[in-house]
């Protein structure tokens, strides 16, 4: 069957198109369907919100690993010259702050908030495609997928300005969608 707002095809039982994401039922656009992924873009949340979030979750969780690991190891924060080994406390440090990134970004999206702290402030929740909460699993994969985004140049972030349900790159990797708390039921 065919989409009738882009035109590709999809398979007979698809529920949402795979090339735009409009349902392939009669929900006319702009309207809240029963399931799913809301029509009106103003529904997901955009990307100086999401920026904005994302600042206060750093903040949430960055201020405590630096301060940490100022008490623990100071060695660790003094600035090396080039060409120096990297001590292995950096190496630990740098672990140690990766999975605690990993356990608060995929934990806090795959919880029943369904949002970090940052995200929760700003009105935010990362769904599934059928407005559903994510597994861990999809958590972890859209939070390691955040590394792709940015590394090139940022491009995978600045997508969400353009893409019609505000999908950044990670979102569209992971299949997931950030939306504002008021369009869920």
Request: aromatic letters at 10%; a positive charge.
């Amino acid at each position: 069957m065919n989409c009738r707002e882009c035109g590709q095809a999809n398979p007979d039982d698809a529920r949402y198109c795979l090339s735009c994401g409009s349902r392939m039922d009669s929900v006319p656009a702009g309207e809240m369907a029963e399931s799913g992924p809301p029509q009106d873009r103003n529904a997901y949340g955009g990307f100086w919100v999401r920026a904005g979030a994302y600042l206060l979750d750093a903040l949430i969780i960055g201020l405590p690993q630096v301060l940490a690991q100022t008490v623990i190891s100071p060695e660790t924060m003094v600035p090396r010259e080039p060409g120096d080994p990297i001590p292995p406390a950096e190496v630990a440090w740098l672990l140690v702050n990766v999975v605690v990134g990993w356990l608060y970004w995929a934990g806090m999206h795959s919880s029943r908030y369904q949002a970090t702290l940052g995200k929760r402030v700003f009105g935010l929740r990362v769904v599934d495609y059928d407005g559903e909460r994510i597994s861990f699993l999809r958590a972890t994969a859209r939070h390691f997928a955040t590394t792709l985004s940015a590394m090139i140049l940022m491009i995978g972030y600045i997508m969400v300005a353009f893409t019609r349900r505000r999908q950044a790159l990670h979102d569209l990797i992971a299949q997931t969608l950030v939306v504002r708390k008021e369009w869920l039921r």
